[in-house]
């Protein structure tokens, strides 16, 4: 299992960094990219992060799923990389999973991709869920699509792609681990 989470200046740390945490601790293959050359990545709250590599050059066929953290102006970021356009096409086209939490799903909604999906995202932002349906709970699933509402549901979100990607057990599991 692996997972590709575009890291944009402006990002959100809890959501980018619970999410890596507890895929990795249950087993999932994380890469952390940047979306510009430069590895070193400052969150919206002045942590800086040194990602894994770079956007340019993934392929979406090499993980099991995509992920945008929010955050602002992070997901503004993430929403004028060519790069993220691009894997976000080349992941929905080959069925793969795509998940986005707090503002970035709106990512989905201006790129067509909760049409006819139900979707959630933070509040405030619902009429950026372009073609979908919004729902309020802390993550939503449908189909391909995992979204979720914001930095308090982080945890949610990690276990809902988890769950996703490898199994129930696995996801009951480390969610146990971490006391949840």
Same mark, same amino acid.
């Given at each position: 299992?692996?997972?590709?989470?575009?890291?944009?200046?402006?990002?959100?740390?809890?959501?980018?960094?619970?999410?890596?945490?507890?895929?990795r601790r249950g087993g999932?293959? &994380?890469?952390?990219?940047?979306?510009?050359?430069?590895l070193e990545v400052v969150?919206?709250?002045?942590?800086? &992060?040194?990602?894994?590599?770079?956007?340019?050059?993934?392929?979406?066929?090499?993980?099991?799923?995509?992920?945008?953290?929010?955050?602002?102006?992070?997901?503004?970021?993430?929403?004028?990389?060519?790069? &993220?356009?691009?894997?976000?096409?080349?992941?929905?086209?080959?069925?793969?999973?795509?998940?986005?939490?707090?503002?970035?799903?709106?990512?989905?909604?201006?790129?067509?991709?909760?049409?006819?999906?139900?979707?959630?995202?933070?509040?405030?932002?619902?009429?950026?869920?372009?073609?979908?349906?919004?729902?309020?709970?802390?993550?939503?699933?449908?189909?391909? &699509?995992?979204?979720?509402?914001?930095?308090?549901?982080?945890?949610?979100?990690?276990?809902?792609?988890?769950?996703?990607?490898?199994?129930?057990?696995?996801?009951?599991?480390?969610?146990?681990?971490?006391?949840?």
């Amino acid at each position: 299992m692996n997972a590709l989470v575009a890291l944009a200046d402006g990002f959100e740390t809890v959501e980018a960094l619970m999410t890596v945490d507890i895929l990795r601790r249950g087993g999932v293959e &994380v890469t952390t990219a940047s979306i510009t050359e430069n590895l070193e990545v400052v969150s919206s709250q002045d942590i800086t &992060v040194k990602a894994d590599t770079t956007i340019s050059g993934q392929k979406a066929a090499d993980y099991d799923v995509f992920i945008l953290p929010g955050g602002q102006p992070g997901t503004t970021n993430l929403s004028h990389s060519d790069d &993220v356009k691009r894997l976000l096409e080349e992941a929905t086209s080959a069925g793969k999973k795509i998940a986005a939490i707090c503002a970035a799903p709106t990512v989905f909604g201006q790129y067509g991709y909760l049409e006819g999906k139900k979707a959630c995202c933070y509040p405030g932002l619902e009429e950026q869920l372009t073609g979908g349906t919004v729902t309020m709970n802390p993550v939503t699933i449908d189909g391909n &699509v995992i979204t979720s509402r914001g930095l308090g549901t982080a945890l949610d979100f990690a276990l809902a792609i988890l769950e996703e990607i490898s199994s129930h057990a696995k996801a009951a599991m480390i969610k146990k681990s971490v006391v949840a």
